[in-house]
Nanobody, 121 residues
Framework: QVQLVESGGGLVQAGGSLRLSCAAS????????MGWYRQAPGKQREFVAR???????NYADSVKGRFTISRDNAKNTVYLQMSSLKAEDTAVYYC???????????????WGQGTLATVSS
């Protein structure tokens, strides 16, 4: 059974930083693109950032220049470094991974359970 486990959320003041991590657990042979989405209270889930297995990245306009996504393929882990945080960044952040391959199964897409990041103004 493959799962995505997020960590790193918490409470931070505006202007501060947080680092989120998401590890894919299980007997994984390879993992395709990984990314982060977020859902603020009363709003729909939205795209934040994505990184391919080869390291190509793209970001939502709202976080460009402030957030950095990276990954460690050996650990099947993706990170989101969030800096210059604003109150509007407050949300539950969800990890997403596509094309996870194990010896017995291919998972087209998986989601983590979410981690809450709260930015106080």
């Amino acid at each position: 059974q493959v799962q995505l486990v997020e960590s790193g959320g918490g409470l931070v003041q505006a202007g501060g930083s947080l680092r989120l991590s998401c590890a894919a657990s299980g007997s994984i042979l390879s993992c395709g693109a990984m990314g982060w989405y977020r859902q603020a209270p009363g709003k729909q889930r939205e795209f934040v950032a994505r990184i391919s297995r080869g390291g190509s990245t793209n970001y939502a306009d709202s976080v460009k220049g402030r957030f950095t996504i990276s990954r460690d393929n050996a650990k099947n882990t993706v990170y989101l470094q969030m800096s210059s945080l604003k109150a509007e960044d407050t949300a539950v952040y969800y990890c997403n991974a596509a094309g996870i391959l194990t010896r017995t199964q291919v998972y087209p897409e998986l989601w983590g359970q979410g981690t809450l990041a709260t930015v106080s103004s």
